[in-house]
């Protein structure tokens, strides 16, 4: 694809900076349905070197319950050995990050805010 500004992928800057982040650590994935979890963690896997498991939160579910689950999806990752949690969907929000940080004890690092901070980055540079 041709573009005359940069054309920017959210998911690998996601990934290049998570990795920049959590070195070897075990990271837990958070990400939206069950029949993604599979997927989502071979992926994250392939590019960390430390552990890497999944959990799953929906975050366009009921209103009524998508912070309870999110609390839930990241309390199990921490309880199964995570030091890092990464709510992988453009979906989550600042809200859900506060619950999965509430409810595990870990640090949470958001896609949507990662890949928004690196593209906000990219247009400084370029103005």
Do not use: N
């Not at 498991?53 to 050995?81: F, H, K, N, S």
């Amino acid at each position: 694809m041709r573009a005359r500004r940069p054309l920017l992928f959210a998911e690998p800057l996601v990934q290049q900076a998570v990795a920049a982040t959590v070195g070897t650590d075990p990271v837990g994935i958070v990400c939206p349905q069950p029949d993604q979890a599979e997927d989502v963690s071979h992926r994250w896997a392939e590019l960390l070197p430390g552990r890497v498991q999944a959990a799953t939160a929906d975050p366009y579910g009921p209103a009524e319950r998508v912070l309870d689950d999110i609390a839930t999806a990241a309390r199990t990752l921490a309880d199964r050995g995570s030091s890092w949690l990464v709510l992988d969907c453009i979906g989550y929000t600042e809200q859900m990050r506060t619950a999965a940080v509430r409810a595990a004890g870990r640090p949470v690092l958001l896609a949507r805010a990662i890949a928004v901070r690196m593209a906000a980055e990219v247009v400084a540079a370029s103005a």
